[in-house]
């Protein structure tokens, strides 16, 4: 497998241990991209205006956490939301995802995302100053995915990791 870059590529191919995502979940994918771009008005992901205070306060952080100007890896970037803002706030950002309608929704927003698996590919940029895993984390298994994040990082990198809280249906 050659070595993706976040100016475009893609991985190698996948191993038979590894499916796309539209093949390995299938219509269940789907369904969890359409609640998060069109979430019911009953549930707290209908509040934009929260997600983006949570976005510009994980930015501040990123910004106490590493030098100016720093490389991150975002690993299951989705449609780029915080990765587009870290850009604006000066970082070198690298964004990968699985799935192809994400890749495409990013690319179209001015995102250079790569389109691959997070496990088999080799990044033009490594070693990373933070390797980033923003609500993604529950799609990944747990101890491989730090493996694979640590071994990605600079001596002093950073791994952070956020998740989204379970929607109020009341």
Excluded: C, W
Aim: proline residues 7%.
């Amino acid at each position: 497998s050659g070595r993706a870059s976040a100016s475009g590529g893609k991985n190698g191919p996948h191993d038979s241990a590894t499916m796309d995502a539209d093949e390995e979940l299938g219509p269940h994918f789907t369904d969890i991209v359409d609640l998060y771009e069109n979430p019911p008005e009953n549930t707290s992901l209908s509040r934009v205006s929260g997600f983006r205070f949570i976005r510009a306060d994980i930015v501040r952080r990123i910004k106490n956490a590493i030098p100016a100007g720093g490389t991150i890896l975002s690993a299951g970037a989705g449609q780029a939301d915080l990765e587009i803002d870290l850009i604006k706030a000066g970082f070198r950002v690298v964004g990968i995802d699985i799935s192809p309608r994400n890749v495409r929704i990013a690319r179209e927003r001015g995102f250079p995302m790569i389109e691959g698996d997070f496990f088999d590919t080799d990044f033009a940029e490594a070693p990373f100053d933070l390797v980033l895993l923003n609500e993604s984390i529950g799609h990944f298994p747990l101890l491989k995915t730090f493996e694979r994040a640590r071994a990605l990082l600079k001596p002093q990198g950073r791994i952070i990791v956020t998740t989204y809280p379970e929607p109020k249906t009341s």
